[in-house]
């Protein structure tokens, strides 16, 4: 089934530790996104990729990486996690400009 | 990309139209009007969008002042199933711009029996 997926689903995480949360999309899409979701605070983006093998930064980038070697895969790592990055990360992606995004299921991570 | 304003929270009875209002008063010329939705702990899903003119499809049709400083989202026939977050962004196309979505606080709907 075509769309995008995010791995793991939730993630209990020790402060300090790395992760990469993984996103992967099948539709063959130019742009992909991540979004940190809060309570009180919306959607809020953290990084983006027009293309592969080109990133930008969003909203809320300070703490986060990506990486978009190829059209797929948009990787998101957090070095060195802290407990404000508890929070429910979507990936998204769309097709380019003036077109709307798809979002995956959301992964909740929550750093202790 | 331009900001929106929209009410907080909104209850609609099922069955009736639910008519969403968005303030976009600085909207730019190649600025579209998005609306997306979140049910309770699901990702964000695509409703509808539009640059001047009014838009429809299966799920909700899209009202665009003259102006273009203001728009509504209409869900004709209200279910339980249509409760969620609904958003209203705006955002630039052009050849130059991939654009990027913001997300604002959004409108609560709850779809009462």
């Known amino acids: 089934i075509a769309g995008i997926t995010q791995a793991p689903t939730s993630q209990i995480l020790a402060a300090g530790r790395r992760m990469t949360l993984r996103c992967t999309q099948d539709?063959?899409?130019?742009?992909m996104y991540w979004y940190r979701q809060d309570l009180g605070l919306g959607l809020r983006l953290i990084h983006y990729?027009?293309?592969?093998?080109?990133?930008g930064k969003g909203e809320v980038p300070d703490g986060y990486s990506v990486s978009r070697a190829n059209t797929d895969d948009f990787p998101l790592t957090l070095a060195s996690a802290v407990p404000s990055q508890t929070s429910v990360y979507f990936c998204?992606?769309?097709?380019?400009?003036?077109?709307?995004?798809?979002f995956g299921q959301g992964t909740r991570l929550t750093v202790v | 990309d331009a900001k929106t304003t929209q009410p907080p929270s909104m209850d609609c009875a099922e069955g009736r139209a639910a008519n969403l209002p968005c303030n976009h008063s600085?909207?730019?010329?190649?600025?579209?009007v998005y609306w997306y939705r979140q049910i309770h702990s699901q990702g964000p899903q695509y409703i509808i969008h539009?640059?001047?003119n009014n838009e429809t499809n299966e799920m909700a049709s899209l009202i665009i002042t003259e102006d273009r400083k203001s728009s509504t989202l209409i869900l004709p026939h209200a279910t339980l199933r249509d409760t969620a977050v609904y958003y209203c962004?705006?955002?630039?196309?052009?050849?130059?711009?991939?654009?990027?979505?913001?997300f604002g606080a959004g409108t609560q709907v709850v779809v009462t029996p």
């Open positions: 998204a992606s769309s097709r380019g400009m003036n077109t709307e995004a798809f």
């Open positions: 539709m063959r899409h130019n742009a």
């Open positions: 990729s027009n293309t592969a093998g080109t990133t």
């Open positions: 600085t909207i730019s010329g190649n600025e579209y």
């Open positions: 539009g640059l001047k």
């Open positions: 962004i705006v955002r630039a196309g052009g050849t130059d711009s991939w654009g990027k979505l913001q």
